[in-house]
């Protein structure tokens, strides 16, 4: 099925330690979004990728980077995990010049708990 | 201040209500105004969107947007069980803008 695919789906980690989440879509969309959601606060962008090879900040970027690997996958990567990036992280992609009218594509989330 | 703000509710209503559903927004500048549903554990999926000012009807679904009073609302009629979900309000495109949430329940 066409979308979003976010690995993994859940995930706890210590503080200090470091984890990479994976996101892939098979839609040929160029550009693709890291989101995080917190209670009371919304979807926040922390980082994004305009097309293959260019990443940009996004409102949240404080402890994370990003790597747009090739057209289909954009992970982010957590250096030294801390218990303020408990959170749900939503992979979307869009398809650029038409977004407004589609709207992203999210995935699925991945739950990260940092202890 | 939030760019866009909205009400995290909940809103609780007997099926077949008229839900209300409302946002405001602090950029004249946008253009674009969305609608997303995000069921439990689910992503949010894009359920209407609307261009400047003026109403979009699609079903149940009615959205409007006063660009006047920077006011967005997305309002459903009838409303069932299924509707249960939290709605997001959201502007921009290529880098969208959402609002908090507002949890819905439709009790049957």
């Known amino acids: 099925n066409a979308g979003v695919t976010q690995t993994p789906k859940f995930q706890v980690l210590k503080t200090g330690q470091s984890m990479t989440l994976q996101c892939a879509q098979d839609?040929?969309?160029?550009?693709m979004y890291w989101y995080r959601q917190d209670p009371g606060m919304g979807l926040r962008l922390i980082y994004y990728?305009?097309?293959?090879?260019?990443?940009d900040k996004g409102e949240v970027p404080n402890g994370y980077n990003v790597s747009r690997l090739n057209k289909r996958e954009f992970s982010l990567r957590l250096e030294s995990a801390a218990p303020s990036q408990t959170s749900v992280y939503f992979c979307?992609?869009?398809?650029?010049?038409?977004?407004?009218?589609?709207?992203?594509?999210f995935g699925s989330g991945t739950r990260l708990t940092v202890v | 201040q939030k760019e866009v703000e909205q009400d995290p509710g909940p809103l609780s209503v007997p099926e077949g209500a008229i839900v209300s559903l409302n946002c405001t927004y602090s950029?004249?500048?946008?253009?674009?105004f969305m609608w997303y549903r995000q069921y439990s554990r689910k992503g949010p999926e894009l359920l209407m969107y609307?261009?400047?000012?003026g109403n979009k009807e699609d079903g149940r679904f009615t959205a409007q947007v006063d660009k006047s009073s920077k006011y967005i609302s997305l309002f459903i009629r009838d409303s069932q069980p299924s509707d249960s979900a939290t709605y997001l309000c959201?502007?921009?495109?290529?880098?969208?803008?959402f609002g908090a949430g507002t949890r819905l329940f439709v009790k049957a």
């Open positions: 990728s305009a097309s293959e090879g260019t990443t």
């Open positions: 839609m040929n969309h160029n550009s």
């Open positions: 959201a502007s921009g495109g290529f880098k969208t803008i």
């Open positions: 950029n004249s500048a946008f253009q674009y």
């Open positions: 609307t261009y400047s000012s």
């Open positions: 979307a992609s869009i398809e650029q010049g038409r977004g407004e009218i589609y709207g992203y594509t």
